[in-house]
């Protein structure tokens, strides 16, 4: 296309960007018109896609990290063919795939967005997978608002990028100096955001960004840089093209005020069609190997911690299947990731102690077809919240692996204490939540989560617990074990992890003065086993849980929802950690927090009385 | 103290730090020994600081960012004569002020440490009281560890620091080039940090961590330095002066394999007695005003948003109240928080979009006596988690305000929605959960949660709702409010938020019909009103929960606790946001979730049926 050309397709973007957002009533055009010259030349010119096959392997990638500038990424799909009129105007209608924010129910959106900053760590991955894995020279390229410059987030993944030389990922920062309230902090300084990402070893453009002739020379000085990431750092105006809004404050997300003056102003409606350049051939050749895993074994009776099984089932996964990679945030020897890491260094990802990088990247790599396990520790997880969260609107099958669960750690103290983890990972849309016991379970569980939709999340603990299953039990995702069963059973024990040894010694002792208790291991957390815990109500009445994690959102709210389903519900308690921990033993630690052997039983024999009372 | 004593004290801390970690059995003595001539410096000849006073307003602060490296803190306590030797060794044991990990059972210590990259967020908090609220000259001193420079946290931080001017605050980074696997990613190469920091505006400082003279001269140039943050880059070597440990890998965490002869290699125990400069006189005069806020008043029947009361309740509680201040990521135009800052620029702190820096900066300036108010989407709290779970663990008193909660906002999409934030709020230990219906209750509790402890939670609406409650009606934390009863209710339909008035309106619906059901408006989620929660099951036998969350750790599970206290409970059921939305209008979403009057009529007319079948 012609320099002229490219400037008109920005204005049919304006036009197309300002259109939906009338139909709609709400959206963010003025966002959308900011940056629509440098969307117009990225497609003209540089984009290599094919919109008939998404999954082209050679297709370079798109991230509209700013994802309330959708409208300009759908007029950008409507001038490359993809989506009509009709459906560009039934932007933010019930059921249309033009969300307000772009999710991957549309074919050519690999990640959703909509919390800024992260589309360039997301990114970051894709681009990992492009070098490292796939070896394939497409490019990612990253569309991202200057206001989002301010997360964190965004500042590991500039350094993970660098130190990693990804020449094939493109940052294009949209300086249009207005945020949603106000002024950005930098505005139009793009020399501040220069500095800052040469100082971490980024090649830097800047650029006039409604200048379609310098945008298309940015873009071709990052395809030629090697070695280095690059951004290009464009200024803009919001609102460009549009007397009444253009570089105005307080109109961020707001359609238009006058959406007809303002067409007309920006030439009118066109039906520019570009042909975007094909990707170019590749075959992923790389990723090889898909056989059944053969999980480690271990002999019952043996004093084994879950996240040792953990890593050895890693290993053997890995050593089965070519499409699993593994994400660390530099605690690799605590999680035990460092034996996959041993025998697959070539699939390993140290993502050093940043932890929205680690989730990130396994959102990206998942993007890419790659079966991803990232893992550290439980508490640290909620680092990366927002990232999970947004996992789950992305469609995304990534596995989360979170060790040092529960007081049960001992003397690190609350900090390192994961007692929030299995809250926030049930509470995410579509997830699995897996707690083993022991090793033989982790081991299956480990390879069991590889084939699950969505995001999986396994507890593993710190210290060795005995092992208590043989090698070849196998653990169903939404199963359980009922470990001690009478047919005078008062009450029935639910124990996930540390707690289903503290369960069967107290049931045990319990066992000895006359008082019979089921234990059912419940190592499936989400999806949870109705059916067994409805029996052992019917059975046994009375249901006590027992969890090394806070009573919110926990095992016990997990059993509890079992028997929301309106018909009558047994009499439950619950045991969980109420205290703040300090320093002190594990064994201290269970004793304190009430969730002990001791406890237990206590528990018990007061619902017991209680009944007979 | 002349040189020489100086590099003796900094052995005394590296033996007593050897000491604790042998006597504890675990802990980091590697890590404490590399920052050992830092802290003897900064104690001996910089910081102000009155131990027997930790409340004077004009001390220094001293933040262990690194926390794992309490050995070091806990030797520095000693050399200050403020511990003793058996409270030293009897680190990490059940009971002990000394745990593994700072915090502020200590009373040296304002914050949590433990989870990296929190303490210099944090510490922007506290200077910025120093500088715009106290106006006092105290310093704020970060011990930093090179690995957590990885956490984009910092980078917030760090941004924010030079943004506002910080000169008051000095970074030390204890550059020992190891983190917890291996070598770090920049490991010696100072020049990179610096690099970084210049870019953001900071002033750096490259020491040899390890010459007194050399730190000395820097804390010097730190404290003259105007304008703009110190960091001090000290290049260390991990477990300085131990031949055994030095510089070594795979010795992270891990007591001294001889510590009597590393005790000795380091010249034997010490018994130096610090004598620590006395803070400035000063005196806090600018936080004036404590006296009884007017909340705004809302006429019953008009249409008002809870965010709107929100912002207007939070101008009136900044009125009465000069130690609350108000902390905003960007989007004060939309969680209403910018009424306060019309009325109250002074206390209004604009952390542009950093969530982390925003929960952490609310933490720095409670650890100052502030009563903060942060405020953003619902949905981008969960940026913050593990800020907010640790600030649970510093005991700090915050005021976090979540907008947009649910589908209910209805065409932004998903990424936008608050649907996990309930979950994760109630997950945090001692905190309270609010989530208001109207504008004359949100302006209650919007009052009330300055004066509670802990981290306190108000879920706020975007969309106008009815004002259903008067301007005089009071809303005690932990009570609720009984909308609709009759003595022949056959089931409780509990709500809260904008699922109130769909609560209600089934409710009237079905009374047309003749099935009475009771509504609940559960406003404080936590705690929650076992009395009338009881008193309801009682009575109905049959409870309903409805809720714009998802299913998990929400008002299901919160209700659900009250019945697991080993009694019968009641027949329950529960209707919440169990599918994935999509862009749709408010009414729409509701619907779609199966949250609206509709479904609520549904589903009791289902529960009614089956106890009479």
Sequence with gaps: MQYEELAELGQQLRVDAVRAADAAGSGHPTSSMSAADLAAVLLAHHLRFDFDHPDHPGNDRLVLSKGHASPLLY??????????????LGYRTLGSRLEGHPTPRLPWVDTATGSLGQGLPVAVGMALAGQRLDRLPYRVYVLSGDSEMAEGSVWEAVEHAAYNHLDNLTLVVDVNRLGQRGPTRHEHDLDAYARRLHAFGWHTVEVDGHDVQAIDAAFAEARSTTRKPTAILARTRKGRGVEAVEDREGLHGKPLPDADEAIAELGGVRH?????????????????????????RYDPGDRV??????????????????????????????????????????????CYIAEQQLVAGAVGLAARGYVPYAATFAAFLTRAHDFVRMAAVSRAGINLVGSHAGVAIGPD??????????AMLRSVHGSTVLYPCDANQTARLTTAMADLDGIRY????????????????????????????????????????????????????????????????????????????NEAAGQTGCILTVEDHHPEG???????????????????????VRNMPGSATPEEQLHAAGIDADSIAAAVTLLVERVVA
């Design 75 to 88: 007029a950008l799909y409507r001038a490359a063919g993809a989506v009509d009129e009709e459906e560009l």
């Design 272 to 296: 520019t069609r570009v042909t975007v350049q094909a990707p170019p051939d590749g075959k992923v050749t790389t990723a090889v190997g898909d056989t059944t895993p053969a999980p480690p």
């Design 305 to 350: 911690a879950t996240r040792d099984a953990f890593g050895q089932a890693l290993a053997a996964v890995g050593a089965a299947r070519g499409r699993v990679v593994v994400l660390d945030a530099e605690v690799g020897d605590s999680t035990r990731a460092e034996v996959f890491a041993k025998e697959h260094p070539e699939r390993y990802f140290e």
């Design 413 to 422: 103290g609350p900090s390192q204490m994961g007692l929030e983890d299995i």
């Design 458 to 533: 396994l507890r593993t603990s710190r210290g060795g617990t005995p092992v208590i299953y043989g090698p070849d039990e196998e653990f169903p995702v939404g199963g359980s074990k009922v470990l001690r069963r009478h047919d005078d059973d008062k009450v029935t024990i639910v124990a996930a992890g540390v707690t289903v040894h503290e369960a069967l010694e107290a049931a045990d002792r319990l066992a000895e003065s006359g008082i019979r208790a089921r234990v059912i291991d419940l190592y499936s957390v989400k999806p949870v086993d109705a059916d067994t815990l």
């Design 554 to 576: 926990g095992i016990g709210d997990a059993v509890a929802e079992v028997f929301a389903d309106g018909r009558p519900a047994p009499r439950m308690a619950r045991l969980a």
